[in-house]
């Protein structure tokens, strides 16, 4: 596979000096090759292929100083038998505890070919390929000589050192300086740490002259005052952090934290751009918020009145729209809850709801029945089931138990917790259960009071939820994407804070998303906030933006208080229990209105809340004016249908 | 140049249930709450104390032992200085598990001499009648995987869980103190702040 390849830095006559042990055989080997520095597919990577290497056809078809030559990028057999030790000791792993490679080798760009195994291999194993981004330090020492140690962030790989015999060191290190930032260290003057915060930024500069990326720059003719604003703001982090060099010395855990999860959550560092074209949201002007207010909860006399004598309910966006502004009250909830979760359609009559219902029960037991016939014998040989078990079992005990609906031993409502997990583990055996799950079931098991109605609008809650609990995570990874973006809209200054706090990602909001707010609030409240949330109003995601309106609230401590790191997931994790759903609710309602009501709102904004789609959304008081959002569009709301973009499609696009 | 670590970050590892949340905080506020939620996400605790006349800021970090949530618990191991291996000792599974465990933490925590790391195994829950892993079987197992102390505490009971913790303090600074005179010279050299006490303590 052919990629083009750029070359931005080339030196020869850069030697190794493998230490006997590493030398195997060769003992008092001097290996010499070319230090190049590359730039492919825009990521700029550091390079070395020792000498025999770089003339061996089968690495190389055409190997030009042309900085527009191809050259073939098939295999890297030396990278390969390099980093074999640690692949073993990854496989190991992978065999015994199914470890997901989720930090190293994640952007190694050799493809395994056929034919590595030439005689060529002994001295190509010191070759290696490094994305820039991965290095952490760089530490120059002399010895008549200079010669440069670099160190990865993924501690377990180590380069050997590049001693420059014919000189060039400098030149190199000059080269990266174009690329990320080199900061002295100050407990070692020699050693300098690599930061790259500013990729985006030295890129989008580089596309400024570049023809082929005109976007930057006709974006710039057209609205110079948006695009330099954007750029601004990036120079405004690059140069914080540049000042704060030593500062963060004293505080690299948590930096080192934020650095791998900003790998698990990929995308955040320059989400702003989404499209081609370099889209730059920057600090528009919302405008002021509208104060809204909350209505009582829907009575039952209300929702009776909205039935039909076939028991159709009529003017559902006038009911959706109640519930919205006020919720329900707790008797109407059994009822209310089948409908807006989709168990039952709107439209359907008591008689059809019979027969649902009656299909539902048969469905439901035929599934439970499914796990309570495996005998001892069989689950020994099933460990996934087991698994599953075990840990239901686990937290069915620790699920919501001062609630006098679970409280006690042998309470029937943790027998019903069970079974319905169990159940729940027989209808998607995939997912099967996941820490969290048993939080999601808990309030609706309780307003249910009923094991088969339970289950299946658990089911159409977990076709919201299920992208959160798969394997990969995406559902998470693709909210605090989304919930990154709206904050920086919504509030710029809060947003670089959190950025420079290595928070920008938002892990802190991790719970809070994984089980929509269960355990920040009073269960009573919780169900209060769930039957809002279904009702798909005011906008999609609402729930994002519930976290923008809880974070208004908190910017303020977390500012004054100058919280780092640490601080702010302890801050956001000790506000359980301590928020106001209906406070929250106001102010996240006021939000969707002062963002709706902003012009030129920017794309990503817009397709995040729905807006594109139908360019209607509640005005305050306008009961009925709601469209109506389709049971599939609730799915959308956790990233199910958006439109999935490839992982990195936001660094490609900025930078290419 | 060797001042002493004034904070310490410890973190707990172990199957799910096994009683990671409520040993932190039967240690961090001495109470026990038998139907505490099971953790999501991560979560941690301070805790400050005096060591040989000087006061030490423990850091206890406690996390979600599914499987799954294993690539959002990982980048906090980073700059550990004490790990607490922990199983139950009526659950033999979360004793096989332990070196599953380690290794995790070893991988994923960026320690430089796995060897000379402090882990300190604890088996909780001594209270429960019903053992399914023994206590010889335990110290064996830690005395095969690098001598690690073991203790056999109950955060329901209390037993054990403030000397378990010492232990780690005391370990992770002996740890600290070795590394101080033999520093490679291609190492950069750390030293971290305390931070704030009040901003951070509960």
Redesign the interface.
Known sequence: MAELLKVIFEHEGIFLHPSPDEGGPEQDLLVSGTLRVLEKDAEILVEYRPLEDSVDPSNMLCAGQDSSSVVEWAQCPGEKSQSRQQLE?QQS?ET?????N??SFRKKNCTNGEGSLNHSQERSRWAFSVNISDLK?I?V?DEGWTFL?LKLKD??SSLPALHFHQGGSKDFLDCLRRFALLTE?P??KT?LMVSTPNRALSQSFENLLDDNNFGLVHKFKRDPYVATLGSFSKVTNYIYDALRGAEE??????E??????GE?IPGLEINQQEEPGFEVITRIDLGARPRVSRAEPLSADDWSKHQDPEGRMKDEATLRQKIFKGGLCHAVRKEAWKFLLGYYPWSSTLEERKSVLKAKTDEYFRMKLQWKSISEEQERRNSRLRDYR??IE??V???D??NRFY?GLNNPGLTLLHDILMTYCMYDFDLGY???MS?LLSPILYVMENEVDAFWCFVSFMDQMHQN?E?Q?QG?KTQLIQLSTLLRLLDLAFWNYLESQESGYL?FC??WL??RFK?ELSFQDVLRLWEVMWTGLPCQNFHLLICCAILDSEKQKIME?N??F??I??HI??LAMKLDVEEILQKAEGICLQIHSCKDLPHSISSILGFDAKRQVPNQAGLGGAPRPAPQQDACSNGHCRESRPQNSCRGVSTS | MTARKSLL?VILLGD??VGKSSIMNRYVTNKFD?????T?????LNKTLEVDGSQVTL?IWDT?G???????R???Y??SDCCLLTFSVDDN?SFLNLS?WK??FI??A?V?EPENFPFVVLGNKVDVTERQVSAEEARMWCQENGDYPYFETSAKDATNVAVAFEEAVHRALAADDKADHLIPT?T??????P?SAT??C?
């Not at chain 1, 015994?96 to 997901?100: L, T």
């Not at chain 1, 010395?249 to 948590?254: E, F, L, S, W, Y």
């Not at chain 1, 080192?256 to 999860?261: G, S």
Request: proline share 3%; hydrophobic share 30%; with cysteine.
């Open positions: 000791t792993y015994e505890w199914d470890m997901v989720a930090i330090s530490t020492k140690i501690a377990f260290c407990e070692d050693c010395q004293q505080q690299r855990p948590p080192e934290v934020a650095d791998l999860l698990v075990s840990l686990k937290d005990n620790r699920t138990r001062t409280e996941v820490q969290g939080d609990f394997e995570m998470m892990y991790f719970r994984l089980i355990r208080e919280y780092g640490n601080e997931l302890k994790n000790e | 970050k799910g249930g038998a139907h505490l939620f099971h999501i996400g991560v979560e941690f850091q979600a599914q499987e799954r949530f294993r690539s959002l990982t980048p906090f980073r700059g599974q599953n290794k995790e991988y994923y960026d430089k291609d950069v050299k750390l030293h971290r702040k931070r901003a951070c509960s």
